[in-house]
């Protein structure tokens, strides 16, 4: 049985899809958390340059680090039985998955911003005009393809999409969910998942 480490900050974003996949397979995990911090002063920074990328989530598995964090789930999606069928339907959720990066990048980018004047002026464009065009993309895709986000049945992807989405939920503090509701009734499917559920019920309570 291999162990797993997942390194990662102590909120969902890039990482509680990783954190629900593993939980999907049954797997136990090590849940190595760092605090969350942006600032040059924070000890993350000291951290930073001890990953060969010096970016998180990073996931050891029997001691291996493997990096970033679509590839991380692709990987584990083989042996959870949550990729697509053949090339075209992994496809189809790579397409998703990367547009799903494009939204968590233009979040880190806010976060990174040492200006607190623009910092407000790209929180509000982010709220106002990012979130609802991805979004409403999402939701018209779930109501379309069978109440998952890609061929119609549970992939990876809906588990790292549904991660990824509570961390904007928060950061926006709008309840995003219940505004779009195939992607509320996706995130209910999903957390039903038995093992899922076992890991909601214990996983530690962040803000986002
Ligand atoms: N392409 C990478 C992006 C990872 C990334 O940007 N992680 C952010 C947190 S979500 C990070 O490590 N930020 C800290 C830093 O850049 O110093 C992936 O998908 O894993």
């Known amino acids: 049985m291999p162990t797993y480490k997942l390194t990662y900050f102590d909120i969902k974003g890039l990482g509680e899809g990783i954190r629900l996949i593993l939980s999907y397979m049954g797997k136990d995990f090590e849940d190595n ?19 060969k990328y010096g970016r998180l989530p990073v996931l050891e598995i029997d001691g ?11 990987y584990l999606a083989n042996e959870a039985g949550l990729l697509g069928a053949n090339a075209w339907e992994n496809l189809q959720i790579d397409i998703i998955a990367g547009s799903v990066k494009d939204l968590a990048a233009e979040l880190m980018a806010i976060f990174r911003d040492r200006n607190a004047d623009t910092k407000v002026e790209k ?3 982010f709220k106002e005009k990012t979130v609802p065009f991805y979004l ?4 018209k ?5 069978n109440g998952y986000l890609a061929n119609g049945k549970l992939s990876w992807v809906d588990l790292w999409f549904v991660g990824c989405a509570e961390t904007v939920e928060a950061v926006v503090e709008e309840p995003i969910f219940d505004k ?11 957390y039903a998942l038995p093992n899922i559920k076992k890991w909601i019920d214990k996983r530690p309570k962040y803000r986002f």
């Open 141 to 145: 895709t779930v109501k379309d393809n």
């Open 136 to 139: 409403s993309i999402y939701d």
């Open 64 to 74: 291996q680090p493997i990096y970033q964090s679509s590839a991380i789930c692709r």
């Open 33 to 51: 958390r760092i605090a969350f911090a942006t600032d040059p002063t924070s000890p993350w920074h000291k951290l930073k340059s001890e990953f």
């Open 123 to 125: 929180m509000k464009v």
């Open 180 to 190: 779009y509701t195939n992607l509320k009734a996706l995130k209910d499917k999903v």
